[in-house]
């Protein structure tokens, strides 16, 4: 019975120790995940804002007129519309209740 008893209890203690680690593990995760989340929001903030501004300028023509500075242009806005593609959602990551 008390052997029964120390093994139960050797096994219980191993077992919240390997739990706690775990939950350290997914807090440490949840962390990471939440840091990259707004780095990629960050990220996307700033594709916005080029987004904006290159369109502001397009709008006004403001480059129709020279030839090297309007093809420097014209390759920005693919670079941008290439950009457009890696935005995220404002929303990004947030839990969402069910």
Request: proline share 0%.
């Amino acid at each position: 019975m008390i052997i029964t008893l120390i093994i139960l209890f050797i096994l219980t203690v191993g077992l919240a120790i390997a739990l706690r680690n775990l939950l350290v593990k997914v807090e440490k995760y949840e962390d990471i995940t939440l840091s990259q989340t707004k780095y990629l929001q960050s990220i996307s903030d700033l594709i916005l804002e080029s987004q904006k501004h290159l369109k502001s300028l397009d709008e006004r023509e403001v480059f129709k007129s020279d030839d090297e500075v309007g093809h420097f242009f014209e390759q920005m806005l693919l670079i941008q519309k290439e950009l457009d593609h890696y935005m995220v959602t404002v929303d990004y990551a947030e839990e969402k209740e069910q």
